[in-house]
């Protein structure tokens, strides 16, 4: 993965006036930070920012950053939003080098149409969005794909399934669902429906057998009229 040369200032002023400032001039505060230096507070430009990491890559996009004629390889590893706008309030730099393993959070793209399902009229879910891996900078994949062509009702795809590329691992659970192909809606909730009517029908039964008792009762229990009166009282 090519890296993407963002300028940076370093030196920025602190504090949450100075950086309300930096944002009004179109600036984004952030801290680089990593390999056991200190945090270093630096700004970058808004533009600058969202066109780095816009592309194919997206977050976790590969950063030269410049800093005061020096390269610093690094990553964006955080990045805070304005609750009410959206806009990018402060970012988190990482610095990496090219050698060494980090982690990253990849998305998962689900390509290629199930024919097979949509013929049957299931659908195909998605449980899983994004993979954490485990790779080399320069190794990780912009996105993992997942092509569901050739699955029927009943398929699952899972972690296990993946065709990682050479360097990235991962240590999610091999048997989690990424996605999984669905009968219809219709007949799932059926089945339901059908139990339903099985105990309501049970229900009327017991209800008519009760009267019949009810009824053979009153007979035998002819000669006393006022306790029969009262028993009917009851049931009502």
Known sequence: MPEITLPAVVGRPTGSRAANRLRASGQIPGVLYGHGTDPLPIAVEARALRSALSG????????????????????????????????????????VNRDEIITADIPIQVVGDAQAVLRADGVVDQSLFTLTVHAKPGDLPHAIEVDVSDMVIGDAIRVDDLDLPAGVHTDQDPETAIVVAQAPQAEVAAEPEAGAEGAADTGAGGAEGTGGDAGQSGQSGGGSDSSGSGSSGDSA
């Open 56 to 95: 194919d890559a997206g977050l976790n996009a590969l950063l030269s950053l410049e800093l005061d004629g020096r390269a610093q390889l690094a990553m964006a590893k955080d990045i805070q939003r304005d609750p009410v706008r959206g806009t990018v309030s402060h970012v988190d730099f990482l610095l």
